[in-house]
């Protein structure tokens, strides 16, 4: 299994500032993701983190909003740019690929609060 | 990609049975059935997968239909720790770890 650190695991914010989101792996990784779970609901998934090149998108998610890093394959960051009190959230990152197979694994969250 | 439809919740006595269904009428050939679920304040966690047959492991049990269109995870004795969501998924063949979630299923266990 891969152990994921991610840091922050919680912040409350000002509306109108950026938070940038670390998420660290044990070991080094095919696949990483970012996801956002709004207050009782499901996962959303942001984007893909490509190591060396620019993450992947999905609709209604955009590079200026909720820009990606990916240096290597041990580390990623998520930022949340220009709050406002609907990024109120849990911020996940999870990993998978290579010799976990078919399997993800998940970083306990970030929960980030914006006033 | 092929969707899945499960209960919004269900409620079981601690050490019974639990059978937690999941429609997906519209899977492929070769989309995998995975598990997975998410306690109270962590990210969610793996549970099982399948292809076609039955599959066991130390957690729970994967009945698949015989026409793929359903599945049931089988948790033989319920325990509190196993109040969660319970989300089933098949992720695309294009990139077998990118992971949609629908709703899942709140699983309550009760003492």
């Known amino acids: 299994s891969a152990v994921i650190s991610q840091k922050p695991s919680r912040d409350i914010c000002q509306r109108g500032t950026s938070l940038t989101i670390q998420c660290q792996v044990d070991?080094?990784?095919?696949?990483m993701f970012w996801y956002r779970q709004q207050p009782g609901q499901s996962l959303t998934l942001i984007a893909t983190?490509?190591?060396?090149?620019?993450?992947?998108?999905e609709s209604g998610f955009v590079i200026d909003k909720f820009p990606i890093s990916r240096p290597n394959l041990t580390f990623s960051t998520l930022t949340v740019s220009n709050m406002s009190p609907e990024d109120s959230s849990i911020y996940l990152c999870s990993v998978g690929g290579g010799g976990f197979g078919e399997k993800l694994f998940f970083g306990s969250g970030t929960q980030l609060s914006v006033l | 990609d092929a969707k899945t439809t499960q209960p919004n919740s269900m409620e079981s006595n601690e050490e019974e049975p639990v059978h937690l269904p999941c429609n997906h009428s519209t899977i492929s050939g070769t989309d995998y059935i995975h598990w997975y679920r998410q306690l109270p304040s962590q990210g969610p966690e793996y549970v099982i997968h399948?292809?076609?047959s039955n599959v066991n492991n130390r957690m729970a049990s994967l009945a698949i239909a015989e026409d793929r269109k359903s599945s049931t995870l089988i948790l033989h004795r319920a325990t509190l720790r196993d109040a969660a969501v319970y989300y089933c998924?098949?992720?695309?063949?294009?990139?077998?770890?990118?992971?949609?979630f629908g709703s899942g299923t709140k699983l309550n266990v009760k003492p």
């Open positions: 998924i098949l992720p695309p063949l294009y990139n077998f770890n990118k992971f949609y």
């Open positions: 983190a490509n190591q060396g090149s620019e993450a992947t998108y």
């Open positions: 070991s080094q990784v095919t696949m």
């Open positions: 399948g292809l076609t």
